[in-house]
């Protein structure tokens, strides 16, 4: 089954002459797919080029805007995957779209550093990002009722959301299939820029994230139990949101004393990758954390429906130091606090005393099983 990216729309609507359109997002998100759908939705002649492939260096390596007319002939729409893998890409394209009017450019990458230091200071002002995540549920929805989607639950919080993973027939596969990927095309991206030396550190750090994932964590304490400095801890955790893996909020306070406001919660993307680095896969009922699963669930897929809806909200967590606290909460443009608190198991949350007397004006609800389609599909 082929499901219809939200992002496409998107995409098109920005597509412009003599202006680079950035798609972002992990290895096997699903890039490349959505590159060839907007090309067939446009319906213009255009050249595909693959950053992975030695010919397409070969044909941009003659930095020169007689070499790139030769490349596009009267085709006036270039589309390159994995961009990230070609020197100078950045000078490469805005000589091209400063210099071939009408050309429309769409490339994608799967680690945000090096392409954005490739392309960000030579194609200021030419050029627009999105990023694509792992399937969203705000996706799925198409395609399912209620009660499918409500079935599928249990190994969505399990499995996650790699595309792929539908076209598998059974959990086996599955599982199998999220090892492959965290051992080869997810680590590729870190390990080609911090080297190969340092893999079993890298894998121990991401390990340990996993245990920890949705929780506050000391930089400083990881890197004694790793024997590794502060520094370094820092520098993998940057690298680990420039491939996509990891994301944090940050704690929300309006300068009360009570809040905790400089440590951040981290949280994996995709649930399917956190449990393959820690090995399990088992159903709900044999497992821990599945309260932590659904509210890594959560953050991720309300994540994923703001940014395909377009919508721009400030998002962090807020504990005390007496440990009251919310999953998350929202800021709007207008400055209006809306809070939630995710519980797995159906029961009576108040909103924290602490919260309700600082922040009265706020809206509290609660995420459990019955309303949680409304808060991630929209």
Request: glycine share 6%; charged share 25%.
């Amino acid at each position: 089954m082929d499901i219809a990216r939200s992002l496409e729309v998107i995409l098109v609507n920005n597509l412009k002459a003599n202006k680079v359109l950035v798609l972002l997002g992990a290895r096997r998100v699903g890039k490349t797919r959505l590159l060839a759908a907007v090309a067939k939705k446009l319906g213009e002649k255009s050249i595909f080029l693959n950053g992975d492939d030695w010919e397409t260096h070969r044909l941009l390596e003659d930095q020169s805007v007689a070499n790139y007319h030769r490349l596009l002939g009267d085709c006036r729409f270039l589309i390159i995957d994995e961009a990230q893998e070609i020197p100078a890409i950045g000078k490469k394209l805005k000589l091209m779209v400063d210099s071939i009017d009408g050309l429309k450019i769409m490339i994608s990458g799967s680690a945000a550093f090096d392409l954005h230091n490739q392309t960000g200071e030579p194609l200021v002002g030419r050029m627009y990002s999105f990023q694509l995540y792992p399937l969203a549920q705000m996706e799925l929805s198409k395609y399912e009722n209620k009660m499918e989607t409500r079935g599928r639950l249990e190994e969505r919080l399990v499995y996650g959301g790699y595309p792929e993973l539908l076209h598998l027939e059974n959990l086996d596969q599955k599982a199998q299939y999220l090892r492959e990927l965290v051992n080869g095309y997810l680590l590729k991206d870190i390990l080609a820029f911090v080297g190969i030396k340092k893999r079993d550190k890298i894998l121990a750090l991401l390990q340990k994230l996993a245990f920890r994932s949705g929780s506050e964590i000391s930089m400083e304490a990881l890197g004694k139990e790793l024997q590794i400095s502060k520094n370094t801890v820092e520098k993998y955790f940057d690298l680990f949101q420039k491939v996509f893996i990891l994301y944090s909020l940050p704690g929300f306070s309006r300068n009360r004393d009570n809040e905790i406001t400089k440590m951040r919660k981290w949280y994996f993307v995709d649930n399917g990758i956190r449990n393959a680095l820690i090995g399990n896969f088992n159903k709900l009922n044999m497992r821990e954390d599945t309260s932590l699963l659904w509210e890594s669930y959560l953050q991720s897929e309300r994540m994923k429906m703001l940014a395909y809806q377009q919508v721009w909200v400030s998002s962090y967590f807020w504990r005390t130091h007496t440990r009251q606290e919310i999953d998350r909460i929202e800021v709007n443009g207008d400055q209006s606090l809306q809070a939630w608190e995710f519980k797995w198991a159906e029961g009576i949350a108040k909103v924290p005393t602490e919260f309700r007397k600082s922040y009265p004006e706020a809206n509290f609800t609660v995420i459990n099983q019955r309303n949680y389609l409304d808060f991630i599909s929209g």
